[in-house]
């Protein structure tokens, strides 16, 4: 019997961990071909750990979740880099792009889609320019390259503004904060982590990030962007 072709799209930790599953289960390949298509150009990382990347304590190489060669080494065809442009359900084809004008179909017998998410950016005027991309000077804070796109202007000194004061922007804030930046929180619920908290801990929360220099400001909504002039 042939082996089940799987494709995974997207190569974060979820789809990380089911092929490590797999191949735990199927060390030599014999039941299951796998291949793993990642939009990102970086090797599996965990996003739990960036917040200590922003601040200094961790470099690229040390949150990743594997070394460069565990994929071969464990009969996984991975292709890092290439955007999905296509499912065809019924062929059952997934077309491929790498962005540099190449282009190619993928076989399967098993489809999984592990594509994770991405930052939410508030309809704030200015946060995005004509082209639907971030403008100066603004950064989401998700994924590897949204780390050195902030670590790129949040030096030593600069003030830098956090819109939501959730669990991701908690974790920037903080990461920013350890690195000497001027650091202002802004969260339009009048405590943080609401969803998690109630307002006696998320009161207990502000207090800690005060102390290590946050400055948090409740029930303030940002209305404006200008990178001349900074936030409204």
């Known amino acids: 019997m042939p082996a089940r072709r799987v494709v995974v799209v997207g190569h974060g930790m979820v789809g990380t961990r089911l092929v490590e599953e797999i191949r735990r289960r ?3 390949g014999l039941r299951v071909r796998l291949t793993v298509l990642g939009a990102e150009p970086h090797l599996a990382y965990n996003r739990v750990l960036l917040s200590q990347v922003v601040a200094g304590g961790l470099n690229v190489e040390a949150v990743r979740l594997h070394d460069p060669g565990w994929a071969a080494a464990h009969r996984v065809l991975l292709r890092t880099g290439v955007t999905v442009t296509e499912i065809d359900p019924l062929r059952r084809l997934v077309s491929c792009d790498d962005g540099c004008g190449e282009s190619w179909a993928v076989p399967y017998d098993e489809l999984v889609l592990a594509t994770g998410s991405r ?4 309809p704030i005027p200015g946060l995005l320019g ?3 991309q971030l403008t100066e000077r603004v ?3 998700r994924d590897l390259d949204d780390c050195a796109r902030i670590l790129g202007f949040a030096r030593r000194g600069s003030r830098v ?3 939501g004061g959730g669990l991701l922007g908690l974790e920037a804030a903080r990461g920013l904060a350890a690195r000497g930046v001027r650091v202002t929180v802004l969260h339009p619920v009048g405590h943080l982590m609401e ?3 109630d307002a006696g801990a998320g009161s207990v ?3 800690t990030l005060e102390r290590l220099g946050v400055d948090v400001r409740l029930g303030v909504r940002a209305a404006a962007w200008d990178p001349r002039v900074g936030l409204s």
């Open 130 to 132: 004509a082209d639907g």
């Open 161 to 163: 503004a956090v819109l």
């Open 195 to 197: 969803r998690q908290l």
């Open 26 to 28: 199927d060390p030599d």
């Open 119 to 122: 930052a939410w950016i508030p």
């Open 139 to 141: 950064a989401a804070f």
């Open 205 to 207: 929360l502000a207090g």
